[in-house]
């Protein structure tokens, strides 16, 4: 699996992280009701919106004068998925160093 450096971008903001929560707790939302939950102004919303709407982690849809924001469910398993790609190979990475090590300890003990 190949990772997508967008979609790894757009999670990596702690800001957009807490957003992808409120959105999926709350079914959708909107700048403004995303922004009364979160310490950043409602046109920060605006621009985090653009980026995972950009990575493909939400859809927006009109809703009255403003656009209603909901997850993607598919790009969300996705960029699940790449995660847990992701951590297996650095469990494995971890796991060969940590091979290496006990044996550089045992050879310095021998």
Known sequence: MTVDDDLWSAIGDPTRRRMLDLLLAGGGGTATTLAEELPVTRQAIAKHLGVL??????????????RRYRIDDVQLARAVAQLASVGSEWDARLQRIKRIAEAIQRSQQD
Request: glycine share 14%; no cysteine; charged share 45%.
């Open 53 to 66: 709407d950009r990575a493909g982690l939400v859809r927006a849809a009109p809703e009255g004068r403003e």
